[in-house]
């Protein structure tokens, strides 16, 4: 358990505050003194988060992008992607699938070497711009072999951007500020479930024939090339880490962006970044039982909502012809959006994570009972709802790992993206459990998701006990040995 004391001393023994050497006894007895007080700090850290989070908002534009990449080839196959490729049995299958190959053991390595490089506004817009271009090649292929291999780079270059952005956001972000920012860069994902769909639509209807391509290779061609563009636009926006992020904020604002992350997670963080090797570190990670623990829990989550990946499926099975289906597909998501907002800023507010979880979970679950229960258009409809807005939990799940490993930085960023690797693996498994079949009630389907939602839940409440008893522990031995204080993990 991590503490701070400012007022004992201590910070004159951490390497980044011992580089200012303006450290008298005013700043002694008030720790805002050297930003003028208590008053003159809130508003410049009022400042301060305007400005990180007029740049951090390009990472929603960047996850929509990054999700419709790696989508596309499921809408280019309506407009005849299987048969110009020759495309038989499961190769289309295989196609999708093997984007996870690169897209899950690449994870890890990628958030180390973006925390040894400590340059997230060259690596992930260089990831970017490579993404796109493979996305944009795909539409020149002409056999399995060739979709096959843009589809493995793709996954290659796209796995550094989530995870990298999560790590991104807990070098700048305090705990109680995690969650609704993690909220707004989800929603990318969950708009592109809503529009995604439709705009891909305007492009396959409306580029056939042009210029000798089929539509579904302008498809490809166009969504590839707006990656590309925006690529550009991030390296002049994305910030980089606090200590080395000084371009774009006064001296001030930067001593206030490192000390922010030092109270809230420890005093020393930034200095422990690079103090073992990266293999040391990637054992620290994943020899600590928690990480794979979540990671269990995720991979429990993300298959109970595998029914993403299909929901225009789902959605048809209401009656509707393909344009009213496809239409009827947004409403359910930006919903979800409109939920996960709420849910993760009244988790941050609280200070709370995992029974907001379990409630969006709980919805989830009442609405695969729904619709594994009746054929009622109006309560199947009802019920893509609540399974839509079970992703507020998944979300407040991403901000529940930064808290759960605060420090060091190194071990951090191993942490979220092993756990966001291993969870794909839900994608995986989740992606066999709605065959056609089992169509139109999908009730086989919906009871997978109803034990795995379970699972999660119970999984959920099972770490909280545990985190509660780590900190009731840290509170006895702060009391017996008179410490002030210390870190404690989020419930």
């Known amino acids: 358990m991590y503490g701070i004391n400012l007022s004992s001393g201590q910070e004159e023994s951490d390497p980044l505050l011992s580089s200012s050497n303006v450290r008298d006894s005013e700043t002694a007895l008030d720790p805002d003194a050297e930003f003028g007080g208590t008053e003159a700090r809130k508003k410049l850290e009022r400042r301060l988060l305007l400005k990180l989070d007029a740049r951090m908002s390009i990472l929603v534009i960047i996850y929509i992008l990054n999700y419709i990449d790696r989508n596309n080839a499921a809408a ?146 166009i969504e590839g090339a707006l990656t590309i563009f925006v690529a550009f636009i991030a390296a002049f926006v994305l910030p980089d880490f606090p200590s080395t992020s000084h371009n774009w904020l006064s001296p001030i604002e930067a001593r206030l962006a490192v000390k922010r992350m030092e109270e809230d997670a420890g005093v020393g963080d930034e200095g422990q970044t690079e103090v073992k090797s990266q293999k040391q570190i990637l054992l620290d990670a994943l020899t600590d039982w928690k990480v794979m623990y979540m990671a269990l829990n995720i991979t429990c989550i993300i298959i109970s909502l595998s029914f993403n990946a299909f929901f225009p499926t789902l959605t048809a099975t209401l009656g509707y012809n393909r344009t009213v289906t496809l239409l009827l597909c947004a409403p359910p998501w930006v919903f979800a959006t409109l939920v996960a907002f709420a849910v993760t800023r009244h988790s941050d507010a609280t200070g709370e994570r995992s029974f907001h979880m379990v409630i969006s979970l709980c919805g989830g679950l009442v609405g695969f009972m729904i619709a594994s229960s009746t054929m009622n258009i109006g309560a199947r409809y009802f019920s893509l709802f609540l399974m839509a807005q079970s992703y507020a939990a998944f979300i407040t799940f991403l901000a529940w790992i930064s808290s759960t490993f605060p420090r060091p930085p190194s071990k951090r960023a191993v942490a979220i993206a092993f756990i966001n690797a291993f969870g794909q693996l839900g994608n995986i498994s989740g992606s066999y459990i709605w065959p056609k079949a089992w169509g139109k009630s999908y009730r086989y389907s919906y009871a997978i998701c109803i034990a795995t939602n379970g699972l999660g839940i119970v999984m959920i409440l099972a770490f909280r006990a545990h985190l509660k008893a780590l900190n009731e522990k840290a509170e006895k031995e702060e009391q017996e040995r008179g410490l002030p204080k210390g870190y404690r993990y989020l419930l």
């Not at 309506?78 to 499961?90: K, V």
């Not at 289309?92 to 990628?110: C, E, R």
Request: charged fraction near 10%.
């Open 76 to 221: 280019a196959r309506l407009r005849g992607f299987e048969e110009d490729l020759g495309l038989t049995g499961n190769q289309f299958a295989t196609v999708l699938s093997i984007l996870y190959v690169g897209y899950i053991t690449m994870q890890v390595p990628s958030n180390m070497f973006l925390n040894h490089l400590g340059k997230p506004s060259i690596y992930l817009p260089v990831c970017m711009a490579l993404w796109g271009l493979i996305s944009a090649l795909t539409g020149v292929t002409h056999n399995f072999v060739g979709a096959l291999v843009t589809r493995l780079f793709l996954g290659i270059c796209e796995c550094a951007f989530f995870p990298g952005a999560l790590f991104l956001l807990s070098k700048w972000y305090k705990r109680d500020e995690l969650g609704l920012r993690t909220a707004v860069l989800s929603c990318g994902s969950l708009l592109s479930n809503a529009f995604g769909s439709l705009i891909a639509s305007g492009i396959l209807d409306g580029m056939e024939g042009v210029l000798g391509h089929a539509a579904w290779r302008w498809l490809f061609f």
